[in-house]
């Protein structure tokens, strides 16, 4: 069964950081463009971050210079991101993507 599962998500104080690595498992993700999303409570579902097949990083204004979105090359694929200088509205579940596919998301907490 194709899927995508993330983890690292937690409880942070604001200012601190986090890495969120997303796996991939019965398909070969490759070089496929992945991203990252975010859902905070009651609100629509946002772009946070993306890496295309060339390595190009793309990153929404309310995290540029402060989230790292890596790709990962184990067997499968995957992506990772690095979250830095963290904020209390960077609270969410952060989901990677990929093909179609998402995961079920992690939860990410900063605590102002």
């Known amino acids: 069964q194709e899927q995508l599962r993330e983890s690292g998500g937690g409880l942070v104080q604001a200012g601190g950081s986090l890495r969120l690595s997303c796996a991939a498992s019965g398909r070969t993700f490759g070089d496929a463009k992945m991203d990252w999303w975010r859902q905070a409570p009651g609100k629509e579902r946002e772009f946070v971050a993306s890496i295309n097949r060339v390595e190009n990083k793309y990153y929404s204004d309310s995290v540029k210079g402060r989230f790292t979105i890596f790709r990962t090359y184990s067997k499968n694929g995957g992506v990772e991101l690095q979250m830095n200088s963290l904020k209390p509205e960077d609270t969410a579940i952060y989901y990677c993507?990929?093909?179609?596919?998402w995961g079920q998301g992690t939860q990410v907490t900063v605590s102002s």
């Open positions: 993507t990929s093909v179609g596919y």
